[in-house]
């Protein structure tokens, strides 16, 4: 049992340690907000087919703003507006929510370490 254990961990270990190598997937990310909405923005190190999501505070999708996006990873801004609301329509409860990308080709999921303050009754 302690065998699996240490081998478990030596696992996450190394895991880790190449994620932390390949560096960012993104940068320049900016959680800004308009009047009446929301505009996150960033930029793409490398070219990829990118999904774009608001998560809650437990990861959990509550607007996918991108699915499957071909994006360009140069100085180019990806920003997208949104106003706010869930996917089902209705705004979220007041809370911070983070911007999610995943990129299918480099197999990378990232989280921002910024997070979006959405008040009660959707952006200001």
Request: aromatic share 6%; hydrophobic share 40%; charged share 30%.
């Amino acid at each position: 049992m302690v065998a699996l254990l240490v081998a478990g961990s030596v696992a996450a270990l190394i895991v880790t340690q190449r994620a932390r190598d390949q560096g960012p997937v993104a940068y320049n990310v900016a959680l800004k907000t308009k009047p009446g909405r929301f505009r996150p923005c960033f930029r793409l190190t490398k070219d990829d087919t990118v999904d774009v999501a608001i998560v809650d505070a437990s990861g959990r999708v509550v607007k996918m703003l991108a699915e499957r996006a071909r994006l360009k990873g140069d100085e180019t801004a990806h920003c997208f507006d949104w106003d706010g609301r869930a996917d089902d329509g209705q705004f979220p409860p007041a809370g911070r929510y983070r911007l999610r990308l995943t990129l299918a080709e480099a197999d990378r999921v990232a989280t921002s370490g910024e997070r979006l303050r959405i008040p009660a009754g959707g952006p200001p």
